[in-house]
């Protein structure tokens, strides 16, 4: 009977299907290769609207493998739209290019947002690591979105998962030794150029009207956005920063690729800010 019953279930776990996912629509938002993102449709008109920068040191990462395994379904499952970002990689492009990328992709949304079925005024923009502070540039320098023929003041929040070189000069004084030919080759040395690229730097006002800015226990993380956070803060924008468990490079993937999973901590935080700024 025993071995029965762990035949029928292990024939009932091979015929449940897996979190369903909605089908990406690939849509190009430039004329480059890497000018695409991946777009998933809500199941009603008029959505909220989820947009993910993925990681990878400026260098690497993309939109198919960056957003976690349950992040897609978990969110169009509450009825927000999902797009997930890809941008120009360093070496082949600047920093400065892939934050106005990322500024353009958001602009092709706005411009096609009946068609697409998004709410341009509810407008959330994720990232995580570098995208996190690919997210935060453009969320405080408003030059990336003005080009891009929208503006900071138009997004309805933005979420940050573990992002570090808030501040560039200060993360390449003090971030680990390990990341230094990274943050060389995406900063370079030029101290007017590091600050440019600095959000903490660049928090003056105006800025987007609100943040949650996460990070998990790594010394560096914790530090740039806590630092993030008080600049923001004192500009006048509306800012959460909470740090969760995890540590090193398994902490930093971790809450990437668990965000979705209703078991993991900060997906609910991250639940909690997303429906509170697309409800006003």
Request: proline share 5%; aromatic share 8%; charged share 20%.
């Given at each position: 009977?025993?071995k029965?019953?762990?035949?029928?279930?292990?024939?009932l776990?091979?015929?449940?299907?897996?979190?369903?996912?909605?089908?990406?629509?690939?849509?190009?938002?430039?004329?480059?290769?890497?000018?695409?993102?991946?777009?998933?449709?809500?199941?009603?008109?008029?959505?909220?609207?989820?947009?993910?920068?993925?990681?990878?040191?400026?260098?690497?990462?993309?939109?198919?493998?960056?957003?976690?395994?349950?992040?897609?379904?978990?969110?169009?499952?509450?009825?927000?739209?999902?797009?997930?970002?890809?941008?120009?990689?360093?070496?082949?492009?600047?920093?400065?290019?892939?934050?106005?990328?990322?500024?353009?992709?958001?602009?092709?949304?706005?411009?096609?947002?009946?068609?697409?079925?998004?709410?341009?005024?509810?407008?959330?923009?994720?990232?995580?690591?570098?995208?996190?502070?690919?997210?935060?540039?453009?969320?405080?320098?408003?030059?990336?979105?003005q080009?891009?023929?929208?503006?900071?003041?138009?997004?309805?929040?933005?979420?940050?998962?573990?992002?570090?070189?808030?501040?560039?000069?200060?993360?390449?004084?003090?971030?680990?030794?390990?990341?230094g030919?990274?943050?060389?080759?995406?900063?370079?040395?030029?101290?007017t150029?590091?600050?440019?690229?600095?959000?903490?730097?660049?928090?003056?006002?105006?800025?987007?009207?609100?943040?949650?800015?996460?990070?998990?226990?790594?010394?560096?993380?914790?530090?740039?956005?806590?630092?993030?956070?008080?600049?923001?803060?004192?500009?006048?924008?509306?800012?959460?920063?909470?740090?969760?468990?995890?540590?090193?490079?398994?902490?930093?993937?971790q809450?990437?690729?668990?965000?979705?999973?209703?078991?993991?901590?900060?997906?609910?935080?991250?639940?909690?800010?997303?429906?509170?700024?697309?409800a006003?």
């Amino acid at each position: 009977m025993r071995k029965l019953l762990l035949l029928l279930s292990f024939f009932l776990a091979a015929a449940t299907p897996a979190l369903a996912q909605p089908a990406a629509r690939e849509i190009a938002y430039g004329s480059a290769q890497l000018q695409k993102l991946d777009f998933y449709k809500a199941n009603r008109g008029d959505a909220p609207l989820v947009v993910f920068i993925h990681g990878g040191g400026w260098k690497r990462g993309d939109k198919d493998n960056a957003t976690g395994a349950e992040k897609i379904s978990h969110f169009t499952g509450k009825g927000y739209a999902f797009a997930s970002v890809n941008y120009r990689l360093v070496p082949d492009a600047t920093v400065e290019q892939q934050a106005q990328d990322v500024a353009d992709a958001l602009g092709w949304i706005v411009g096609h947002a009946r068609e697409l079925g998004v709410d341009p005024r509810r407008i959330v923009v994720m990232g995580h690591s570098a995208g996190a502070h690919l997210a935060a540039l453009i969320a405080t320098d408003p030059g990336y979105l003005q080009k891009a023929g929208w503006g900071v003041d138009k997004l309805a929040g933005v979420v940050l998962l573990d992002g570090a070189a808030y501040d560039v000069p200060k993360q390449m004084r003090e971030g680990p030794r390990v990341m230094g030919k990274t943050y060389q080759a995406a900063f370079g040395s030029e101290p007017t150029r590091q600050r440019a690229l600095s959000p903490t730097l660049q928090a003056a006002a105006p800025n987007a009207r609100d943040f949650l800015i996460l990070h998990v226990q790594r010394d560096d993380g914790t530090r740039q956005s806590e630092a993030l956070g008080r600049a923001l803060t004192a500009a006048g924008a509306r800012v959460k920063v909470q740090g969760f468990e995890g540590r090193g490079l398994r902490g930093h993937m971790q809450i990437n690729r668990e965000l979705g999973d209703p078991g993991y901590p900060a997906t609910a935080v991250v639940d909690r800010f997303i429906d509170a700024v697309t409800a006003r």
